[in-house]
């Protein structure tokens, strides 16, 4: 069963969204179809027996794919280096995410840091597809 990537990317999109375990996809390898779960509850889609089923796979959260706050060091790493420690010490508080886009809007680094995190979950989701045998289209 081939499934569309950008359904992929939407489960993807939808289990990162806040906190990690708030949020839970399964997909049905054997119908390409996906589940939701949400705690908050307004979601709750997913049948019992997937729970434990050896046809249904979790799809990952950012975390799950070193797409957290290591991407952002990577990347302040990679274009603004002499920033590293500021940048690190954002992250040691609330807000950090508000912070850190702030200084990149300060920095003209915004639509560098989109480009980059983009490029980066696509690539990283795709190689997870890859490696739990999930066919892909697009």
Known sequence: MKIKFEDI???FD???FGQYGDHIALLDK???QIHWYSESGDLDEIPEEMWEADYAVNIPHKNDL???NQLVFDFVQRNSTDDYKYVRS???GPGAYARYKDFLDSKSLLQSWYD???TAQERALREWCEDNGI???G
């Open 9 to 11: 990317q939407e489960a």
């Open 14 to 16: 939808f289990v990162s």
């Open 30 to 32: 054997s119908t390409g």
């Open 66 to 68: 070193g797409l957290g």
């Open 90 to 92: 954002i992250f040691s």
């Open 116 to 118: 980059f995190e983009k």
């Open 135 to 137: 066919e892909l289209i």
